[in-house]
């Protein structure tokens, strides 16, 4: 990767921010890789999503993911009194204008369509192409800052948790320490960091696991449901995401956690490298995921794979394509469903609030 001039703006200032105030937590570098004001990955101004990007979601592939999410999503939106649909990083808006056209189609709209995004490029290209849908289903859309307060409906977020900072411990011979980045001259490299501030799960957990584990704690992941949970007054929170639930999560042989970089497709680069240029991820423990809803008052109404929820859910062809068309969308769907492909590596969890139904997909 070449350094440019908006990462190396960057880079001097986590430098500064290390030689003055000593090894930062990886939590609060992975925040300003990812979110800094002028020089976050996802405040850049060109879009990290699609074929051209470092990465594509599911959206992307084919409408008939976000038709498939559309008619799971009916039931609660019929539930509630006042049904709205928020989502939470909404990429290039294809979810949203897929799902309000499918909704559309069978006359189930709700009152809005809610998108919480930071990135101003993203919003951007959100309103590019959802302002291609007819008027009538653009001005439902509305952007906010902020979760709405005490909405009734649907929450979805795909994608969304694993690309919040993490918290990392490093069980070492003995000892936990927190995981930190520091300066050795010529690039960031990992230092243990000394502390007392332990969670108990941290703590219980290590007791179990092999010297020389990096244990990752979601933190702002918690955060993030215990959020959603208050701003929910009746309905569902919808989530995709890769990830694992605690016992494979936490495997003895997953040493080194699940951090991973990507760029252009391509991943194996150094977390530390190139910060702003590239995306970090953490894959998401479903496990305690749950444990968070329950003490906030959700009830969790499913969990399954994608390719589980798709497929129980209703995924399918539309009727007379053409044999090109067929297969792209074959091939899309091989990208959805397989195994080895987004099919088992991303989760899909349903919380409820002051619902009591079936949720289609599960």
Known sequence: MTMTPKTQNLSDELRLAIATQGPMPFDQFMAACLYHPHFGYYMRTSSPLGREGDFITAPELTPAFGQTIAHSLIGVLDACQHADIVEVGAGHGTLAATILEALAAKNKLPRYYDIVDISPSLRQ????????????????VRWL???PQAFEGVLLANELLDALPITIYHWYQETLFLLG???????????????????????????????????????EAHAWIKKTATSLKKGMILCFD?????????????????????????????????????????????TEIQQVAFEHGLHVAGYTTQANFLIRAGICFPNNLSIEAQYIMAQAFKKLLLPSEMGELVKVIALTKNIDMPILGF
């Open 125 to 140: 290209k959100q309103n590019e192409t959802l302002k291609a849908l007819p008027s009538a289903l653009y001005q439902r």
């Open 145 to 147: 800052d902020t979760l």
């Open 181 to 219: 980045v520091t300066w050795d001259g010529t690039a960031f490299t990992w230092i243990d960091i000394p502390t007392n501030h332990v969670p108990d799960a941290i703590i219980e957990l290590s007791k179990q696991l092999p010297d020389d584990y990096y244990i990752e704690y979601h933190q």
């Open 242 to 286: 890769y990830g694992y639930e605690a016992q494979e999560y936490y495997h003895p042989q997953r040493t080194r956690g699940t951090l991973n970089a990507f760029y252009k497709h391509t991943t194996g680069v150094s977390p530390l490298a190139n910060p702003g240029l590239q995306d970090l991820t953490c894959h998401v423990n479903f």
